[in-house]
């Protein structure tokens, strides 16, 4: 699907990386749900407790970045890169759909 006249994604591929957004936070919650409740029955060693705090907390920041993605789109300010407002590419967006920059700025940012 094309690009509508302002340069933004259409409704149907909005819709389509809406719901791929809301099925990773949901799969991430449940992750989450997961670890804690392993975690509130935990018995074992230390060491397992905090490799369960370390996966606690990369669901957290995970779902957070799922939850902010949706917010952006919400507002209008999703697909577009950050550092110089292009378009990004539906293409790289349902590869990456957490993607604040086009590819070319984000190359740019890893050098």
């Not at 809406?18 to 989450?32: F, I, K, N």
Request: charged residues 25%.
């Amino acid at each position: 699907m094309p690009l509508d006249a302002r340069g933004h994604l259409s409704s149907v591929q909005l819709q389509a990386l809406r719901e791929q957004l809301q099925g990773s936070l949901l799969w991430r919650s449940l992750e989450l749900d997961r670890l804690l409740a392993e975690l509130r029955n935990h018995t074992g060693p230390a060491g397992e407790r905090t490799a369960l705090y370390a996966g606690i907390t990369l669901a957290e920041a995970q779902a957070a970045e799922l939850q902010e993605a949706l917010e952006r789109m919400a507002t209008g300010d999703y697909g577009r890169c950050r550092a110089c407002d292009t378009p990004i590419a539906f293409a790289h967006l349902k590869l990456r759909p957490l993607a604040r920059h086009c590819p070319r700025c984000a190359q740019e940012h890893v050098r």
